[in-house]
């Protein structure tokens, strides 16, 4: 006759025994997902830094410059109502460059008059809320 004391031990040793089983399959599970992401983020990685995607956010960056210069030569030439169109525009092409600027990782380098422009209006991936575009100057 099994007493009421070894009932306990065997049905505790087998809730122990499934509870560790059950934390070993999620664990692995958990621990698979974790590698397979961090294999993914590395590859994405490796694409981001590949010299094709860096000549491309350098082409990206040159075509905004271009649309800053033509858009402040329409500034100055601008009737008032229009400025602050054309203001808000070059805005959005700086904060571009800015954000392109920041996925270059040094296999190119920018033309010295984007490096400065890059330099006086840019912080964080952002236009700087010390630069001039800020101001409309």
Same mark, same amino acid.
């Given at each position: 006759?099994?007493?009421?004391? @070894? @009932?306990?031990?065997?049905?505790?040793?087998?809730?122990?025994?499934?509870?560790?089983?059950?934390?070993?399959?999620?664990g692995?599970?958990?621990?698979?997902?974790?590698?397979?992401?961090?294999?993914?983020?590395?590859?994405?990685h490796?694409?981001?830094?590949?010299?094709?995607?860096?000549? #491309?956010?350098?082409?990206?960056?040159?075509?905004?410059?271009?649309?800053?210069?033509?858009?402040?030569?329409?500034?100055?030439?601008?009737?008032? %109502?229009?400025?602050?169109?054309?203001?808000?525009?070059?805005?959005?092409?700086?904060?571009?460059?800015?954000?392109?600027?920041?996925?270059?990782?040094?296999?190119?380098?920018?033309?010295?008059q @984007?490096?400065?422009?890059?330099?006086?209006?840019?912080?964080?991936?952002?236009?700087?809320?010390?630069? #001039?575009?800020?101001? %409309?100057?």
């Amino acid at each position: 006759m099994i007493g009421p004391r @070894t @009932t306990f031990a065997v049905i505790g040793s087998i809730v122990a025994f499934v509870l560790i089983v059950g934390g070993i399959i999620v664990g692995g599970w958990q621990a698979n997902w974790w590698f397979a992401n961090s294999g993914t983020n590395h590859q994405a990685h490796i694409n981001s830094s590949s010299y094709g995607a860096q000549e #491309s956010d350098l082409s990206l960056i040159a075509s905004n410059m271009q649309a800053i210069n033509g858009d402040e030569v329409d500034l100055r030439t601008a009737p008032a %109502g229009l400025a602050q169109q054309i203001h808000t525009e070059i805005l959005g092409d700086a904060n571009n460059v800015c954000h392109y600027d920041t996925l270059l990782t040094g296999s190119v380098a920018l033309d010295p008059q @984007t490096a400065a422009f890059v330099k006086a209006n840019c912080l964080g991936g952002s236009v700087s809320a010390l630069s #001039s575009l800020r101001n %409309g100057t």
